[in-house]
């Protein structure tokens, strides 16, 4: 049968959020739907666009914002994207060097846990910076269209700092951070999981903020096509979303994760220990070089249907920070170009097969999240959580 | 003045290759940065006015926030793609990139490719320009035309009145006809 597995190549970048894809490709989903998925692991966000905009890439696991302003012609050729599935919601962190973690808990009153009072305590660093003269504070993120740009600068101005002129925002890859804060090169940066840890494993820096502090559900990464391939290649299109959400409730389901940490941290997938790819799905993250940790279940959200199925409101809330950022004009054309990049419909067309047992989860309610066999527990939780 | 050039690669007998073959032309100040932690701070001392780039590398993303904040004075950027890679080189040219440096480069091919991608920069820097003029034209003509139906239809007026009003308008408060008629457009969207 392989001679008939269709072929799809796509693009991804070594993070957490790409297990849907490479779990798709790596544990049988893709061929299953008759694909031959074959993963591409790319280096940069700027090749990614490029590769998917000029067809090397048939789908990528690409920022939202950056398929958004691909779609909206914002900065560079205009080539319309179509996003079938988000690939989970969350997993950023915001990373503190240990002197700016020393100077920020000095300077807040209370709960270092609350972005309100460390955005404070930030505001009152940067002031007092400036009265000894020392140069702005440096902060990183991994692009100009990226929800950790967004978070970083929510975060600040909220607390009154000008993101543009009060600290210096620049974008750094992210297997790159970690040695830059430890030379000093950065004072903190907000970046996707795994790359928060590394830097706390070296013991050169503080995870601050979970990114799920600053917004509780963060749109993050999704599966795009260029629209002109998603209709021309409908059926496929189909195949490649139901293999990746089933692919994401395998991933989702707790009895899957020690297989999970070994398939993503292989040297061509993620490159990563096993044990700190668990931490993260398990949501126990070690927030400082002490050792200390702390558990949030929602610091990656893979499971369910809210956090597979496209949101369009996902798409104008970055699209609205796009704007907020003078990163795009504001007009109404874009407004519909935005949220037109997410589409539930397409989603809907390969999934919603309702008493279909080929359904993501063998199951296909109409609403809810994603019944996961393997979880129960899991499973009514998440049921709580969305009801 | 010497033209200041930045070359960015984790290859270091590549990187040296190039950075000997521009030297021995003369009329260049090279400097090599391995990788992004050490190119931001070089940026900041250097300031060149053409950066050397390996595709391979993830530094690309730290150059392309780069090309964004530095709009008004781009530099022209000159990547090291693989051979096999044809079509990326279409896709760089149209993102602002103007040449390609294959890999397994002699020194004596420096020169000339560099000479290209400047060439090619200025050239697509020009139409690039161009075309940004051209469709803030096309926007603005789409925006007046929008506002002159609006204001037909509300007034009960001709097409001649309409443009009339907003060119008067426009005049009386000394600002363009396009912030009058995108004034007019915001103003019927929020009453409908």
């Given amino acids: ?387 | 003045m010497a033209l200041r050039i930045l070359v960015v690669d984790h290859n270091s007998e590549r990187a040296s290759v190039v950075r000997q073959a521009l030297v021995d032309v003369g009329g260049y100040m090279v400097e090599v940065a391995p990788r992004a932690g050490d190119l931001l701070a070089l940026l900041r001392t250097a300031q060149p006015d053409v950066l050397i780039v390996d595709l391979d590398l993830p530094d690309r993303d730290t150059i392309e926030q780069l090309r964004v904040a530095t709009r008004e004075r781009p530099r022209p950027i000159v990547m090291f793609v693989d051979q096999s890679d044809n079509s990326m080189m279409h896709a760089a040219i149209e993102a602002g990139v103007s040449a390609y440096v294959v890999d397994g480069l002699s020194v004596n091919r420096v020169r000339p490719v560099l000479d290209v991608a400047i060439a090619r920069f200025k050239a697509f820097d020009a139409l690039r320009r161009e075309r940004d003029a051209a469709r803030s034209q096309l926007a603005e003509r789409k925006i007046v035309d929008r506002a002159k139906g609006i204001l037909m239809r509300a007034k009960g007026i001709t097409e001649e009145e309409a443009y009339d009003r907003m060119r008067r308008t426009a005049m009386n408060e000394q600002r363009k006809m396009s912030e009058i008629a995108q004034s007019i457009v915001t103003a019927a969207e929020m009453l409908k």
């Avoid at chain 1, 392989?2 to 779990?23: E, H, K, Q, S, W």
């Avoid at chain 1, 300077?107 to 007092?128: F, M, Y």
């Avoid at chain 1, 601050?208 to 290649?233: M, Q, Y």
């Avoid at chain 1, 189909?238 to 994760?257: D, F, G, H, Y």
């Fill in chain 1, 1 to 387: 049968m392989n001679g008939d597995l269709t072929p799809v190549r796509a693009g991804f970048i070594p993070l957490i959020d790409a297990a849907a894809l490479i779990v798709a490709a790596d544990r049988g989903f893709a061929a299953e739907e008759g694909l031959r998925l074959e993963l591409v692991r790319e280096v940069s966000w700027a090749n990614v666009r490029d590769r998917l905009m000029l067809g090397q890439f048939d789908a990528a696991h690409i920022l939202a914002p950056l398929a958004i302003a691909a779609a909206l012609g914002s900065d560079y050729t205009k080539v319309e994207m179509a996003a079938p599935l988000a690939l989970g919601l969350n997993g950023n962190a915001v990373v503190v060097s240990t002197g700016l973690y020393r100077a920020i808990s000095d300077a807040a009153p209370g709960d270092l846990n609350d972005p309100a009072e460390t955005g404070l305590a930030l505001s009152r660093v940067i002031a007092a910076r400036r009265k000894q003269g020392a140069e702005p504070l440096v902060f990183g993120m991994v692009f100009p269209f990226s929800s950790h740009n967004y978070q970083l600068r929510y975060w600040m101005a909220a607390a009154g700092i000008d993101p543009d002129r009060d600290v210096q925002l620049v974008v750094l890859p992210p297997p790159y951070v970690a040695d830059a804060l430890a030379k000093g090169q950065l004072n903190g940066f907000c970046v996707g999981a795994p790359w928060a840890s590394v830097a706390v494993a070296q013991g050169v820096g503080h995870i601050l903020h979970f990114g799920v502090d600053l917004i509780a559900r963060c749109p993050e990464k999704v599966l795009a096509t260029r629209s002109n391939w998603a209709a021309a290649n409908a059926p496929t299109l189909q195949r490649l979303v139901r293999a990746c959400a089933r692919a994401a409730a395998w991933c989702a389901a707790q009895e899957n994760r020690t297989e999970l940490a070994q398939i993503l941290s292989a040297p061509e997938r993620l490159g990563i220990e096993p044990q700190t790819i668990r931490q993260i799905l398990d949501g126990r993250l070690m927030i400082a070089p002490n050792g200390e940790t702390r558990a949030d279940a929602r610091f990656f959200v893979l499971d369910g249907w809210a956090a597979l199925r496209p949101d369009p409101r996902h798409a104008l809330w970055l699209y609205a920070q796009m704007v907020r950022w003078r990163q795009i004009e504001h007009s109404p054309a874009a407004v519909m170009g935005a949220a037109g990049v997410y589409r539930p419909d397409l989603f809907d067309a390969a999934l919603t097969t309702r008493n279909d047992a080929s359904a993501a989860d063998g199951i296909g309610a109409f609403a809810g999240p994603l019944f996961t066999a393997g979880d129960v527990a899991g499973y009514l939780a998440a049921v709580a959580r969305s009801a």
